[in-house]
């Protein structure tokens, strides 16, 4: 049983203090500032009064901004969904695996994840880009069979695949796919496997035992799977700036644009909220979801 | 690799959940890896090659690493980083140990915000917290500059231990809810105080929690970009900064070679970390053992 903090209070203060201070200090405030500057309007260059005006929210109703939320929005879950699709079977080959080849399958999803984010979209520039390996090697198979088709097939145009909206889906996918394989892992693992084998025994395929059997007992495992991987990747900055044209900006991108180069502060701190929000409210949803879940369970 | 050795020593056909031995997911398997592998594989292959394009292998070089190590500027933010990563992690696994350690062990007032509090660096979306940070140095805390090494990285130091500590936290409650308190009481019974009971029961029973959650923070302040590129001044390059502008510019074997080396550095770290929490550690809390 928890001890009351009077117990010891000397040894609770101290070691509140330092966690809490920084967590209000250079957490809170930070934020809490960004939080007024929304309601803030720009007073000359440098300084930003706080007005309580709600212009700065209705600004980013405006085009086209609408349109960049809802492509942000897309494309993250567009990301999230083939997470899924390509996730979910790596979890379920994983999670009835040997133990010995259990470990080194985790451990192998594990370490692009630790790998830079900066380094793994670099490495992904140098595959896509113009010059880059996939196009090298399509140039020398059309190459190939041009030469059997004696030049039937004309001259060689290289595929676009950098600096577009398939690029940042691709890279989002690459660089989110442990994040969901590993939350997946987890729920697959806890499973009570009789029930599996229960439902293949009484002549059940794979498949319909995935569907019936699988998915809604590891639904609330699934969800936040889910969550994992959209949140981050609504708020990727990096992916689409990078790897994207431009036509595939993203909130972030945008949210970057109002503190740097466009300058306007209130904007920009609207907009961010505006996206922290969103994470919230995705979040409330999971926690509904969940407790539906334990309801039914009970 | 794994899934096709154990196909081999085994002839009978797979059970009904023994999954990786049936081969349409084995494909997969191999695809997925083919995925997360080939791109970074390749970047590494091509720090070795000799030709400036990066594209046609023209035979293996050590120039571009020579290259990487000359330059003065790679080789100061790649100092910069490890220097921060330091720094932020000593930090974070105390502050992060003390928040766990509170949550765990005491009854307070306000204890469901405080646990809520500390969730929300983990969920909030880096660009938000970038910018917060961009304004309170700004505004609230503006950080002196022609500070001497290491004082100038303080600022970034700051942020990293504000988005580190939180995760810290919650990998020592994940040890600490396998922690018999009757074992601190018999402690205190015995004579020892407060403090003493925390510091030769409790810490030691954490400690693996430590290291781990020192490594997280320790690749977490390494990997981060976002938060550091709105943090920095324009005079404090750190490693993922200064790759992000030689990206921005072209794509050099120089950058495939100083990317290698954080790579190489990663990967050692992650094996170091296994090696610490013994070989379970990756199954921790599955596995075998509980079935």
Known sequence: MEQSWRQAKTIFVTMISAPLFWLVFFFFIPLGIVWLYSFGENRGLIDIAFTGTWSNYAHALDDPYPGIFWKSIWIAGLTTFLCLVIGFPVALAITFAPDKAKSWLLLAVMLPFWTNLLIRTYALIAVLRTEGYVNMTYHWLFDMTNKVAGGALGDFTPLALLHNNFSVVFGLVFVNLPFMILPLYSTLDRMDRSLLEASLDLGAGHISTLFNVVVPLAGAGIMSGILITFIPALGSYLTPDLLGGPDSQMIANIIESQFKRANNWPFGAALSFILVYLTFIGIALQGLIERKDKGRAA | ????????????????????????????????????????????????????????????????????????????????????????????????????????????????????????????????????????????????????????????????????????????????????????????????????????????????????????????????????????????????????????????????????????????????????????????GHGADDK
Not at chain 2, 4 to 20: D, F, M, N, Q, S
Not at chain 2, 26 to 37: D, T
Not at chain 2, 130 to 154: C, E, I, Q, S, T
Not at chain 2, 219 to 244: H, N, R, W
């Open chain 2, 1 to 284: 690799m794994t899934s096709t050795t154990a196909a081999k020593v085994r002839k009978i056909p797979p059970g009904p959940l023994e999954y990786l031995r049936r081969w349409p997911l084995q494909a997969w398997l191999v695809l997925v890896g083919i995925f997360l592998y080939a791109p970074l594989v390749s970047l590494m292959a091509f720090s070795f090659n000799d030709s400036k394009r990066n594209i046609v292998w023209q035979g293996f070089t050590l120039k571009y690493y020579v290259k990487a190590l000359n330059n003065d500027s790679l080789i100061t933010a790649f100092g910069n980083s490890m220097t921060i990563a330091l720094c932020s992690t000593v930090i974070s696994v105390v502050i992060g140990a003390m928040a766990a350690i509170v949550l765990w062990r005491f009854r307070f007032v306000g204890k469901t915000a405080f646990n809520a509090g500390l969730a929300i660096p983990i969920v909030v979306p880096e660009i938000c917290m970038g910018v917060g940070m961009l304004v309170f140095f700004a505004k609230v805390l503006p950080w002196p500059h022609n500070l001497p090494w290491p004082l100038d990285l303080g600022n970034i130091i700051i942020a990293h231990v504000s988005f580190s500590f939180p995760f810290v936290a919650v990998v020592v409650r994940a040890r600490l809810a396998s922690f018999n308190r009757e074992l601190e009481e018999a402690a205190k019974d015995l004579g020892a105080s407060e403090f003493r009971a925390l510091m030769d029961v409790v810490v030691p029973h954490i400690q693996p929690s430590l290291i781990a959650g020192g490594l997280l923070a320790f690749t977490l302040s390494l990997d981060d970009f976002v938060i550091t590129f709105f943090t920095a001044g324009p005079d404090t390059i750190t490693f993922p900064v200064k790759v992000y502008s030689m990206v921005r510019f072209s794509v050099t074997p120089e950058v495939n070679a100083a990317s290698t080396i954080l790579i190489v550095i990663t990967v050692l770290l992650t094996f170091l970390a296994l090696k610490f929490q013994g070989s379970g550690a990756l199954t921790a």
